[in-house]
């Protein structure tokens, strides 16, 4: 019989691998696969079946999922976050269960500040540039002009803050813990 603690591991070690490449394919495209996050579903309501039992599937799974939903869905209906790291994050969630998940999503929040600090700076640096080539007349010709600001579509690859607040919500949740003690 297999135990729970082979049950996190296990989960804790495929979330690991499938967060790194939803990282890397953040970063390269600037999307987070559907695919991708359906699998983090799958793996989470399945650890939390075999792990936990069916009224976990409903009690941490899905209540989770829907933490991370609602902690993220503000940002994105007011259109500071892409839909894929609302889904991204809702994933996570079948994982770690509610009260991990709201620990997660505040961390990923608070680690996400200097990296949307970051690209609004350098995004406000490229604007600058553009209006003073404009100015100086060199703009018309060799630069396409610069698509008003509601227009743009404003990305950044936030799946590495997500990571981050995974990370922090596996430590609430003790499951790291859990993890490192038995390899240790």
């Excluded at 933490?67 to 869905?73: A, D």
């Excluded at 608070?110 to 600090?117: I, Q, Y």
């Excluded at 950044?156 to 949740?173: E, K, N």
Aim: aromatic residues 6%; glycine residues 12%.
């Amino acid at each position: 019989m297999i135990s729970s603690m082979q049950y996190t591991g296990f989960t804790i070690v495929a979330l690991s691998v499938m967060l790194i490449s939803v990282v890397w394919t953040d970063v390269k495209t600037h999307r987070i696969s559907n695919a991708m996050v359906i699998m983090i579903v799958l793996l989470g309501l399945c650890f939390q079946l075999l792990a936990n039992g069916v009224n976990a599937v409903v009690m941490q799974g899905l209540a989770g999922m829907a933490v991370g939903l609602g902690v993220f869905l503000p940002f994105y209906i007011a259109g500071g976050m892409g839909a894929g790291d609302v889904k991204l994050m809702a994933g996570i969630g079948t994982i770690l269960g509610p009260f991990s998940t709201l620990i997660a999503g505040s961390a990923a929040l608070v680690a996400g500040a200097p990296l949307a600090l970051y690209c609004l700076a350098q995004r406000s640096r490229q604007a600058r540039k553009l209006e003073e080539r404009a100015a100086a007349g060199m703009g018309t010709n060799r630069i396409a002009p610069a698509m008003p600001h509601s227009a743009r579509k404003e990305r950044f690859p936030y799946a590495a803050a997500i990571a981050v607040g995974t990370i922090a919500g596996l430590w609430h949740s003790g499951q790291l813990q859990e993890l490192i003690g038995a390899i240790v």
